[in-house]
C-alpha cells in the first residue's frame, strides 16, 4: 500500500462543475503540499498546509490532522484547470523526505 | 524572481549513452532535489541537496545515476551508461530549507532512450 493516496485517478466533469480530488495518507507529516502538472509542462506548488484550510482564488485547500486527509476543491470549474493535481506528504522524520500520490488527471470540459 | 532553470528541455539518445542535466535552483535557495517522473506516476527522489552535501540519495541507481552539486549552488544529474528504462522527465526543484516552505518546480527535461 502506499503511503500516499489519491482518489479518484481520473474526473471528467463539466465547466462550472465543483471538483473534489481527495488523498489519504498513512504516516505522520510535518506538512502536505498540492501540486498542479499541466500536460507537457513543469509542476507548479497550489498550497502547502499543516492544518486547516487554505484559499486561492478558485481553490480551497483543507486538511483533517487526525484522520490524515486532505481535500482539495475547485469552485466554477473551468478547462484551463485540466490538468493532473498531486499531493505529496513531506514525512516527520529524519530528513522529512516528500512522498508523492500518484495524481488525479481532472478534464473539464467546455 | 526567476524560477528554477533546467536544460536542456529534451533529449533523445540511445542507449548506453550517456547524459547530462543541468538545474539552477532559486537564489538563495539551500535545499535542491532531483526527481524521475515516469509517464503516468508521481515523481520520485532521486537525490536531495543541503546546500553542496547530500542529504538522501537512497533511490538513486548509483551504478548509472552521478549528481553533484559543488558550489551549492546550481546541479548536475548525470546518467551513464543509460538505459530503456531510464526514459522519463527529470524535475528539479528547490526550497528554501529541509523542511521550510514550498517547492518550487523546474520545467523539467524530459529523456528519451532509444
Known amino acids: 500500500k502506499n503511503e500516499v493516496e489519491q482518489s479518484p485517478q481520473n474526473l471528467t466533469a463539466q465547466e462550472g462543475e465543483f471538483i473534489t480530488i481527495n488523498c489519504s495518507y498513512s504516516?505522520?507529516?510535518?506538512?502536505l503540499h498540492w501540486l498542479q502538472q499541466h500536460p507537457g509542462g513543469g509542476i507548479v506548488s497550489l498550497f502547502m498546509l499543516s492544518s486547516g484550510k487554505k484559499k486561492h482564488g478558485r481553490l480551497i485547500a483543507t486538511i483533517n490532522i487526525q484522520e490524515k486527509h486532505s481535500s482539495l476543491h475547485i469552485t466554477a470549474s473551468h478547462p484551463r484547470d485540466s490538468a493532473v493535481y498531486i499531493c505529496a506528504v513531506r514525512v516527520n522524520f529524519g530528513n522529512e523526505k516528500l512522498t508523492f500520490g500518484t495524481g488525479t488527471r481532472l478534464t473539464i470540459i467546455p | 524572481e526567476a524560477g528554477v532553470a533546467q536544460s536542456p528541455r529534451y533529449k533523445i539518445i540511445e542507449k548506453r549513452q550517456s547524459v547530462a542535466f543541468w538545474c539552477n535552483p532559486i537564489?538563495?535557495?539551500?535545499?535542491l532535489y532531483w526527481y524521475q517522473q515516469i509517464l503516468g506516476q508521481g515523481p520520485k527522489l532521486l537525490i536531495q541537496?543541503?546546500?553542496?552535501?547530500?542529504?538522501?540519495d537512497s533511490q538513486l541507481p548509483k551504478d548509472r545515476f552521478s549528481a553533484e552539486r559543488l558550489k551549492g549552488v546550481d546541479s548536475t544529474l548525470k546518467i551513464q551508461p543509460a538505459k530503456l528504462e531510464d526514459s522519463a522527465v527529470y524535475l528539479c526543484a528547490s526550497s528554501l530549507g529541509l523542511s521550510a516552505g514550498e517547492l518550487f518546480f523546474g520545467e523539467g527535461s524530459r529523456l528519451t532512450v532509444l
Open positions: 537564489s538563495g535557495h539551500a535545499t
Open positions: 541537496f543541503q546546500n553542496n552535501g547530500v542529504v538522501d
Open positions: 504516516v505522520g507529516i510535518s506538512a
